[in-house]
């Protein structure tokens, strides 16, 4: 008994002694053969752009609708929509198309490539070959349309063009207010009307 109580007292012994230097032998292998890291091969979620993520989240296919001060309904369609980083409230639109129903006068549809809407001032500012049609036969054509969609006010700074019942007519800008229950359009700066006795 007691040579095998030597025997396993002496492994025992041996052990505390050569296992550590065992482990302390793989450690500073490990150390010694582990390479250099190259920049060049971090994963490639270490590039992303977080102001660039923010940036491109966008709505598809938002419908905005709402009513103005005098009961008008307005519907707003867009192929996309992505929201300003500062303010949330503001959107940039792409590919527009805006309806909006009057219970006093001929209602509106609007078209435009794009358009910036600040929803902290109803503001619908549209650009980019802006077509306008009326429920009474008019048509208008623009580079830039800015709509408040509070009072159903429109206003066109650029050149215009139109075709309705009573010929076409031509100006360097327009705009459309409310005044109680009559709408008034008013045609601006260098105002040219063919008018056309078949329509």
Not at 54 to 66: I, N, T, V, Y
């Amino acid at each position: 008994m007691r040579r095998i109580d030597n025997r396993y007292s002496r492994f025992v012994q041996w052990a505390k002694i050569i296992f550590p230097l065992v482990a302390l032998g793989l450690l500073s292998t490990m150390f010694l053969f582990s390479r250099t890291v190259d920049p060049e091969d971090a994963i490639p979620f270490a590039d992303i752009d977080i102001e660039k993520i923010a940036r491109e989240q966008q709505l598809m296919s938002p419908r905005f609708s709402g009513t103005t001060n005098n009961g008008s309904s307005i519907v707003v369609d867009a192929e996309s929509a992505v929201p300003d980083l500062t303010n949330p409230r503001r959107l940039t639109i792409e590919k527009v198309v805006a309806r909006i129903e009057s219970k006093t006068g001929p209602s509106f549809g609007i078209i435009a490539n794009s358009a910036l809407y600040d929803g902290t001032k109803d503001l619908l500012d549209l650009e980019g070959n802006v077509r306008l049609s009326t429920s009474n036969g008019y048509r208008l054509e623009t580079e830039t349309l800015a709509a408040n969609l509070a009072n159903a006010s429109l206003n066109a700074p650029t050149h215009v063009s139109s075709r309705g019942p009573i010929g076409t007519l031509e100006a360097g800008s327009m705009s459309l207010t409310s005044n109680g229950e009559t709408q008034v359009l008013v045609f601006k700066n260098g105002v040219k009307l063919i008018y056309d006795a078949k329509e």
